[in-house]
T-cell receptor
């Protein structure tokens, strides 16, 4: 059983469309991170959210941490082919003992 | 800084052979992590070190796997003997958590291991 679940598993959209991907857990997390991984590369950190209800924006990307700190979402506005990649959420559980990654959402943005 | 350096980038070996993967963390980072990534299981933490000392190796799959960090600038992950099910991409990451802050891990480019 995954401590972090992500949905959808795969997403293929046209350039210019908006999309949202989700990261969920039955456990409370002290913080959650979002990484993007491009083919042949390691994951790269996009953002860290630490406060329940927090919203962070990074250009066309909007990240939200749920009030109960059990879930997070990533919304991309006007997706571009350069957004293609594997989006991973990760975090420490509330005890700070375990750092885990979700299985990822594989996004493909077609020109 | 050149970032986290891993070698080799690709390794193809035969079942039963010993495999050694290498990692050079970012200078000044005191945490080092080894991960394995497969399509089936995603990204799994194998082991991590703090100041060259192994802290948690609960993710190491079995005794065939071992990891060392002889100094702050070098770590190895060894598989002996290797098996086909070890085929995966192995990542090394390093970090230096800020006081009271949240850690950022910097990943290397990975080593793609194929065991025939």
């Amino acid at each position: 059983t995954q401590l972090l679940e992500q949905s959808p598993q795969f997403l293929s959209i046209q350039e210019g469309e908006n999309l949202t991907v989700y990261c969920n857990s039955s456990s409370v997390f002290s913080s959650l991170q979002w990484y993007r991984q491009e083919p042949g590369e390691g994951p790269v950190l996009l953002v860290t959210v630490v406060t329940g209800g927090e919203v962070k924006k990074l250009k066309r990307l909007t990240f939200q941490f749920g009030d109960a700190r059990k879930d997070s979402s990533l919304h991309i506005t006007a997706a571009q082919p350069g957004d293609t990649g594997l989006y991973l959420c990760a975090g420490f559980d509330n005890y700070g003992q375990n750092f885990v990654f979700g299985p990822g959402t594989r996004l493909s943005v077609l020109p | 800084d050149a970032g986290v350096i891993q070698s080799p980038r690709h390794e193809v070996t035969e079942m039963g052979q010993e495999v050694t993967l290498r990692c050079k963390p970012i200078s000044g980072h005191d945490y080092l992590f080894w991960y394995r990534q497969t399509m089936m299981r995603g990204l799994e933490l194998l082991i991590y070190f703090n100041n060259n000392v192994p802290i948690d190796d609960s993710g190491m799959p079995e005794d065939r796997f071992s990891a060392k960090m002889p100094n702050a600038s070098f770590s190895t992950l060894k598989i002996q003997p290797s098996e086909p099910r070890d085929s995966a991409v192995y990542f090394c990451a390093s970090s230096s958590p800020p006081p009271g802050g949240t850690d950022t891990q910097y990943f290397g480019p990975g080593t793609r291991l194929t065991v025939l």
